[in-house]
């Protein structure tokens, strides 16, 4: 069975740092990897997400991710930390296949300190 | 490109009625769409995987009677809360995906129920 465990329901960083939101993942087979950022009373919006092929993928808003199947990793950086970074990010795997189903992690809130 | 919306956004009812929740994918067709639950301050919780055409496939702990699926068309899946309680207040959203996708969801906006 799939799992996502996100280390750190609270993560806050001083505008202009770096950021870094973790995440460790379960998974039998290969997975298909997402990070989500979640707005106040909003849905979801995808900022990256890892197939195959390159495991160091580039998202919108200057974030990135690097797959690291030898630490079963695939953890979220951003190099300097905007106000507008502040929001909730979901970790979530896929086992691929036959199924989408995603499977998420219980959510970082980032905090962006002036 | 890949936007779902849903409607309505915000919806409050009183205990015991009934309350539908649209959700559309406008620019593509969505083979499957997602239905999820979301308590204040915690994850997605998946509800049930709905194929175009056929019955939905509900999480275990879900109760099938009770939140009802419709998927008609490619483009328009609905959750009705039958019988609505209090406990029932939450936050739900849609997702949508389509074959070449991917594996990509594209999530709605979200509609904030509140039972009184």
């Known amino acids: 069975a799939q799992s996502v465990t996100q280390l750190g329901s609270h993560v806050s960083v001083s505008e202009g740092a770096l950021v870094l939101l973790r995440c460790n993942y379960s998974?039998?087979?290969?997975?298909?990897l997402f990070w989500y950022v979640q707005y106040p009373n909003q849905g979801l919006q995808l900022l990256l997400k890892?197939?195959?092929?390159?495991?160091l993928v580039k998202g919108i808003n200057g974030f990135e991710a690097e797959f690291k199947k030898s630490e079963t990793s695939f953890h979220l950086t951003k190099p300097s930390a905007h106000m507008s970074d502040a929001a909730e990010y979901f970790c979530?795997?896929?086992?691929?296949?036959?199924?989408?189903?995603?499977?998420f992690g219980t959510g970082t809130l980032l905090a962006v300190q002036p | 490109g890949a936007v779902v919306s849903q409607h309505p956004s915000r919806v409050i009812c009183k205990s015991g009625t009934s309350v539908k929740i649209e959700c559309r994918s406008l620019?593509?067709?969505?083979?499957?769409m997602f239905w999820y639950r979301q308590f204040p301050k915690q994850s997605l919780m998946l509800m049930a995987t709905?194929?175009?055409?056929?019955?939905?496939?509900?999480e275990q702990g879900v109760e099938k009677d009770k939140f009802l699926i419709n998927h008609a068309s490619l483009t328009l899946s609905t959750l009705t809360v039958t019988s609505a309680h209090p406990e029932d207040s939450s936050f739900y959203i849609c997702?949508?995906?389509?074959?070449?996708?991917?594996?990509?969801?594209?999530f709605g906006p979200g509609t904030r129920l509140t039972v009184t």
């Open positions: 997702s949508a995906s389509f074959p070449s996708g991917a594996y990509e969801q594209y």
């Open positions: 620019d593509f067709q969505a083979t499957t």
């Open positions: 890892y197939t195959t092929g390159a495991t």
């Open positions: 979530a795997v896929t086992p691929g296949g036959a199924t989408n189903k995603l499977i």
């Open positions: 709905s194929n175009e055409g056929s019955k939905a496939t509900y």
């Open positions: 998974s039998s087979v290969p997975p298909y």
